[in-house]
């Protein structure tokens, strides 16, 4: 006595994703190109210069902590 599966192959199938916040990003971007340009130009060591890049990329958390010390929240 035989069996015969009736297994059929699984299709996968690729998700779309699709992305929305173009703008956010690049202002974040224009806003991290010109915090590196400021922080690296005004460097005095090549120290100052790799402070200032993480300066950079931190940027908007140090713009919000001052808005909301300015606030008193």
Same mark, same amino acid.
């Given at each position: %006595? ?6 059929? =192959?699984? @299709?996968?199938? /690729?998700? /779309? ?5 173009? +703008? ?5 971007? #224009? $806003? #991290?190109?010109? +915090? #590196? @340009? ?7 060591? @090549? !120290?100052?210069? @790799?402070? $200032?890049?993480? /300066? +950079?990329?931190? !940027? =908007? ?6 808005? #909301? /010390?300015?606030?008193? %929240?």
């Amino acid at each position: %006595m035989t069996t015969e599966s009736n297994q059929t =192959p699984q @299709v996968h199938q /690729k998700t /779309k994703v699709i992305r929305q916040g173009g +703008a956010s990003e690049a202002v974040y971007g #224009l $806003g #991290l190109i010109g +915090a #590196l @340009v400021y922080y690296i130009s005004t460097a005095t060591t @090549v !120290w100052l210069g @790799v402070l $200032g890049f993480f /300066k +950079a990329i931190v !940027w =908007p958390a140090m713009m919000v902590y001052e808005v #909301l /010390k300015y606030l008193h %929240m």
